[in-house]
């Protein structure tokens, strides 16, 4: 969201953002993209149930949000289903909604669900999913839908006709892949997240067991039941919570990016980073399905195959032919220009 932002300013287009805070503080790079940024405070505990609406939604309901909307004509973008409280209020009838849509989240939680073992966190998870799919009868109210990921595209597409697939902004303005060779495999993710902790354990289990080659496992708040499994393995290092710059050169220095999930939904803006900025991806079919981003990576269907592709790629120098490659079908991705395509979509 940060980079749509900075790309709309780019274009001259002024925008108000409208977030809620739980935890974080205010970020001063907001008002460097942004001509007015409001904040507000998210409803936490039982303050924020409803009877109907899913938790993530009737935990961001505000009367100061809903007047500020009302202090102009502007179009009003909501980022995710989650932000949708107030897409069906009255007083928003004649003004024009778009919803960014970053997965099909029903789906989403009902995985998420399938993965849980605590009982009452399953529980929640499963309620959840099955109220966010009846509430998805609320995009009836937007003008415009704008799914991240082909996949989603062709799923709202079957119930709503005002779809138009916008892809993923990022961080990255060209292909940086260093063609040649490096030493290590990367794992790499925000390790304090459930579901990259799980692909994290599968890999150390499964796919860095038994072999020699060198293996960094980078990311956020390692959990110490990885950190265990990982000093079992002499091959394998953990990089916990390295600095912007550190990661940025594990990505670009490594020779192979594994980066399994288990779960199928939207785009995962890693695998995005990665293309832009590593060498050869392996991984597999849940990560990259309905993304368009199939060609650019190994798809192996088990953790066997998985080995045999890293290995492979370990021997192989990146070619400045790959780098071509990326650059050709990446350019789907250009920030600047969707942007641009996103303001031809919205009223003048």
């Known amino acids: 969201m940060y980079y749509r932002l900075k790309a709309l300013k780019e274009a001259g287009v002024s925008t108000t953002l409208h977030c809620f805070q739980y935890g974080r503080k205010e970020a001063t ?3 460097q993209v942004c001509d007015h940024v409001h904040y507000y405070q998210r409803i936490t505990g039982w ?5 109907t609406k899913p ?17 102009d004509d502007a179009p009003i973008l909501f980022e995710g289903v989650h932000c ?14 778009a919803v960014r849509l970053h997965n099909v989240e029903w789906e989403y939680y009902a995985q998420l669900a399938s993965a849980e073992k605590r009982f009452l966190k399953r529980l929640y998870l499963q309620t959840a999913s099955r109220r966010l799919k009846r509430f998805e009868r609320i995009l009836t109210n937007a003008e415009l839908l704008l799914p991240i990921s082909p996949g989603d595209t062709t ?19 060209e292909v940086t892949s260093k063609p040649g060779k490096g030493d290590f495999v990367l794992y790499h993710g925000n390790l304090s997240v459930n579901e990259n902790h799980e692909a994290a354990m599968f890999v150390l289990k499964h796919v860095f067991t038994g072999e020699r080659f060198r293996a960094v496992i980078a990311g956020k708040e390692p959990h110490p039941s990885l950190l265990r499994e990982a000093q079992q393995r002499p091959n394998v290092i953990v990089a916990a919570n390295p600095s912007t710059s550190q990661m940025r050169e594990l ?3 490594a020779q192979v990016h594994i980066l399994p999930t288990f779960q199928s939904t939207g785009m995962k803006l890693k695998l995005l980073n990665t293309l832009f900025a590593g060498r050869w991806v392996v991984t597999n079919s849940a990560m990259v399905e309905g993304t368009g981003l199939e060609s650019l990576c190994l798809v192996a269907k088990d953790a066997t195959a998985m080995k045999s592709d890293i290995i492979r790629c370990l021997g192989s120098d990146f070619s400045m032919d790959e780098v071509n490659q990326r650059i050709k079908l990446l350019g ?14 919205l009223p003048a």
């Open 84 to 97: 949708c409280h107030y897409l069906d209020h009255p007083s928003l009838r004649d003004r024009f909604k």
């Open 332 to 345: 789907l991705f250009d920030s600047s220009y969707n942007a641009a395509q996103l303001v031809k979509l």
């Open 155 to 173: 799923y709202y597409s079957q119930t709503h006709n005002n779809v138009h697939y916008l892809p993923a902004f990022h961080s990255n303005s």
């Open 29 to 31: 790079e907001l008002s």
């Open 47 to 51: 303050r924020g149930l409803s009877i």
């Open 251 to 253: 990505i670009c220095d």
């Open 55 to 71: 938790y993530i939604v009737s935990s961001r309901r505000s009367r100061p949000l809903l007047r500020n909307l009302l202090s």
